[in-house]
């Protein structure tokens, strides 16, 4: 059974992954967060899966973390998986991570110290790449500084957030994050690069 969402006063931040049959992929990912979430009083985070898989094939492993909740993807392509996400997200921040990558082990501890303080919009956090086989053809984006606004590893305050429209939903298959930056900078919105918010991103064949 799908779990309830917690209210909007009780949820500091969401964090939001999207998915599509990858499920192996999803779990490693969701055990990742599962020792850094057991430091934290439930009540003050949600785990939101937006699955675009019609067959719903990550169900069973969100139901299985014992955390997550799992929603239908609108199945429009990643950029409007991302807004469904989010839409269902109940945190005054949403926190981006890809179904496939791995949170580092103090990746939520930075990110949550950060948005105690105040005094940011935008939260963006390392990317490194892993698994890269020695070939040309392989790909996994590298994030050492702040101003990428990357979705592999990103913040934002779930009110500005919904303020600019959220992503892109013509930008179906990727480049969304680029287009988010673009807006985010134009509206001056308070941004801080975090380089202990780390997340490993496993390299993907580009042929």
């Known amino acids: 059974m799908q779990q ?3 209210t909007h006063s009780q949820c500091i931040f ?5 998915t599509f049959r990858r499920p192996k992929l999803l779990k490693r990912c969701l055990d990742s967060l599962s020792g850094q979430l057991e430091l934290l009083d439930p009540c003050q985070y949600q785990v939101i899966v937006s699955d675009d898989c019609p067959s719903r094939s990550s169900y069973e492993v969100v139901l299985d973390s014992g955390f997550a909740t799992w929603v239908q993807g609108p199945n429009r392509g990643v950029a409007a ?14 926190l981006y991570i890809d179904d496939d990558e791995i949170a580092g082990k103090l990746w939520l501890d930075s990110i949550y110290k950060t948005i105690l303080t105040g005094n940011y919009d935008v939260i963006e956090g390392r990317v490194e790449p ?16 702040g101003g990428a606004f990357c979705s592999a590893n990103l913040g934002i305050r779930r009110d500005l957030f919904l303020r600019l429209g ?5 930008l179906s298959v990727s480049h969304e994050d680029i287009e988010m930056g673009t807006r985010i900078r134009k509206a001056c919105l308070r941004n801080i690069y975090l380089d202990g918010a780390v997340v490993y991103h496993p390299a993907r064949k580009l042929l």
């Not at 989010?86 to 949403?94: D, H, L, P, Q």
């Not at 959220?166 to 013509?170: A, C, S, T």
């Open 81 to 94: 998986n991302r807004n469904n996400a989010a839409n269902a997200a109940n945190g005054n921040w949403i």
């Open 4 to 6: 309830p969402p917690v």
């Open 14 to 18: 969401s964090i939001c992954l999207v």
């Open 130 to 145: 892993t698994d890269f086989p020695d070939s040309i053809l392989w790909y996994a984006p590298v994030i050492s500084s």
């Open 166 to 170: 959220g992503f892109n939903e013509n």
